[in-house]
C-alpha cells in the first residue's frame, strides 16, 4: 500500500484509541459517541479498504457473506429483544428497519452458501489450467534425453523469479539490517526481480540430489491460497506478487525436459528453510531431506511448504572435523564426493554445500551471498537480521573467500545472483552439467575480472539501480 494512506490510517487509529480513552483530550466536545462518529467511521473505512487491499482473497467470500449475515440477524435480535415494537413512531420505523435487516441477512446466508462451492470450483479451474500448461510445456520441442556415462553432472533450475527491493538484496551497507531493514522491505518501492535457482546433481553413486528445491507452481500462481494455511498470518508478511514462474520454470518440468523425473530424486540439501528454497519440497514427499536442525527448530516460518517432507527430515551432526577455513564440517556420504558446511546468519542453521566434480569443486552458496559482488562483503551486501546473526553472516562470508582463494578449481554457484555471471556463464558452463575444466577455468576466470585478490570489486562492477521509465513497475541492476 502507498505510504501516505498507512500514515493517515496510523494517525486516526492513534486518535481514535485516545479519544475513547480520554475523551477530553481532544477538546470539550469530543465525547465518546463524537469519536466514534467523527474518527471511528473513518478507521473502520480504512481497515476495511486495508483487508480489501492487502489481505482478501476469494476464499475469504463466503466467510465475509456469513459475517455479515451474521451480523443483520443478531441486529434483528437485539432490537426485538429490546421490546422496541410500539405503535407507530419510532417504534414502527424500527421494526420496518429490523424486518428489513432479517430480510438481508437471510439472503447474504444463502448467498454464503451458494459461494462456498463457486469460490472452490474457481480455485480447481486455476488449478487444472496450470496443470495443462504444465503438460504443454513438457511436451514442447527441445527436450533431452538422459546422459548416462559415469560423470558427475550439475544442472541449474531456474525456478521462476522472485520480486524484492533493491535495498532487502544490496543495501546492507545502507542501513537495510535488523527490524529497521524489514519496515523498509515492507514500505520501500525499488523494486528489482532476481532469479530463484535450485540445482539438480546426478551423481553416479549416490543418485539424484537436489541441492534447494525453488518455489512451486501455487506460490507464483495461486499465491493467497498456497498462504492460507495458518490463519491468514502468512498474508499479511508476503506480497501476492513476489513470485513470477512460466510453465516451462516448474521444477517438475525443468526435470522432466532434462530427462528426468522428480520421483527419482532421493535427497534434497536444503540451505536453508526459507519458502522460496523450499517451495519444491511439495513434488518430492520420497526424497530426505537434509538440513541443520536449528534451520528447523528456529528458523521454520511457514511450516506448509514441509507437509510432505517433515517425515523425512535428516539433521547432519557436522562431526567430520574441520574443512578449510570452517572449524566443522559434515561428509555426508563418507566419501569426500560432498561437504555440508555450516554458514549460520542468513537464517540460525543456513548451511553450504561443497560437491566435488571430476575437473574440480563447486560451492553451492544458498543465501549466504547473493550474487558474485557479494563476495566484496565490504562493498556489497545484502539486508542482515542483525546483531550476532549479522556476524554470523560475515563470518561464513569471510570462511567462503578463504575456501575460493585457496582451492583455484573451485568455483561459486549462487541461488539468487541477476548478474551475467550466473545468467551467461554458469548457464553456458554447465549445459549438459559437465563444464570440465576449461569451463571451470572461465568461471574463475571471470570471478577474477569481478573481484581483485583482497576480495574488493574493480571499477565497473558495483551495483546500481535503475528505475523503470515509466515510474512505475519494477527497475533493474547495473554494474558500473
Known amino acids: 500500500m502507498p505510504v501516505l494512506p498507512l500514515v493517515v490510517y496510523g494517525l486516526l487509529l492513534v486518535g481514535l484509541v485516545v479519544g475513547l480513552l480520554w475523551p477530553g483530550v481532544l477538546g470539550r466536545l469530543s465525547t465518546r459517541r463524537r469519536v466514534l462518529a467523527f474518527i471511528g467511521v473513518p478507521v473502520g473505512l480504512g481497515t476495511l479498504g486495508l483487508y480489501l487491499g492487502v489481505v482478501y482473497y476469494v476464499t475469504d467470500l463466503p466467510v465475509l457473506l456469513a459475517l455479515a449475515a451474521t451480523a443483520c440477524l443478531a441486529w434483528v435480535a437485539v432490537t426485538f429483544l429490546r421490546g422496541r415494537r410500539v405503535a407507530g413512531g419510532r417504534g414502527a420505523r424500527s421494526t420496518r428497519r429490523a424486518f428489513l435487516a432479517g430480510g438481508a441477512g437471510l439472503v447474504l446466508g444463502v448467498l454464503s452458501g451458494l459461494s462456498i462451492d463457486r469460490v472452490e470450483r474457481q480455485r480447481r479451474e486455476v488449478l487444472a489450467r496450470g496443470e495443462q500448461e504444465r503438460q504443454a510445456a513438457v511436451r514442447a520441442p527441445g527436450a533431452r534425453r538422459r546422459i548416462v556415462d559415469g560423470a558427475v553432472r550439475v544442472f541449474p533450475i531456474h525456478t521462476g523469479d522472485t520480486i524484492v527491493t533493491y535495498g532487502q538484496f544490496y543495501g546492507g551497507l545502507d542501513g537495510w539490517e535488523g527490524l529497521n531493514g524489514y519496515v523498509r522491505t515492507l514500505v520501500d518501492k525499488a523494486q528489482i526481480a532476481v532469479p530463484v535457482y535450485a540445482y539438480l546433481i546426478d551423481h553416479p553413486r549416490h543418485g539424484l540430489l537436489l541441492v534447494d528445491s525453488g518455489v512451486n507452481w501455487e506460490q507464483a500462481h495461486d499465491h493467497d491460497g498456497y498462504y492460507n494455511h495458518n490463519q491468514m498470518v502468512s498474508r499479511l508478511l508476503t506480497q501476492r506478487d513476489e513470485y513470477q514462474m512460466t510453465p516451462a520454470q516448474d521444477l517438475r518440468v525443468r ?185 571451470l577455468r572461465e568461471l574463475r576466470r571471470y570471478m577474477e575480472a569481478v573481484l581483485i585478490s583482497d576480495w574488493r570489486l574493480r571499477p565497473g562492477h558495483t551495483p546500481h539501480f535503475v528505475p523503470p521509465a515509466s515510474g512505475m513497475g519494477l527497475g533493474r541492476v547495473e554494474l558500473r
Open 255 to 439: 526435470l522432466a525436459r532434462l530427462g528426468y523425473d522428480t520421483k527419482e530424486i532421493t535427497t534434497v540439501f536444503l540451505t536453508h528453510v526459507h519458502d522460496d528454497h523450499a517451495g519444491g519440497l511439495r513434488y518430492l514427499p520420497q526424497a530426505t531431506v537434509v538440513m541443520d536442525r536449528r534451520d528447523w527448530d528456529h528458523g521454520t516460518v511457514y511450516p506448509y511448504s514441509f507437509d510432505l517432507a517433515k517425515n523425512n527430515l535428516s539433521f547432519p551432526a557436522f562431526d567430520s572435523g574441520a574443512f578449510g577455513a570452517f572449524p566443522d564440517s559434515q561428509d555426508h556420504f563418507g566419501d569426500g564426493s560432498l561437504i555440508l558446511l555450516p554458514t549460520p546468519g542468513h537464517s540460525p542453521g543456513h548451511m553450504c554445500v561443497l560437491l566435488r566434480l571430476d575437473a574440480g569443486s563447486v560451492l553451492f552458496m544458498g543465501d549466504t551471498l547473493y550474487t558474485l559482488p557479494h563476495l566484496a562483503t565490504d562493498q556489497v551486501r545484502q539486508m542482515t537480521i542483525g546483531g550476532t546473526d549479522t556476524t554470523h553472516q560475515i563470518e561464513a562470508a569471510r570462511r567462503i573467500q578463504t575456501l575460493l582463494a585457496s582451492d583455484p578449481v573451485a568455483v561459486p554457484l549462487f541461488a539468487h545472483d541477476n548478474t551475467r555471471y550466473q545468467s551467461d556463464l554458469v548457464v553456458s558452463a554447465f549445459a549438459h552439467g559437465t563444464p570440465g575444466k576449461e569451463g
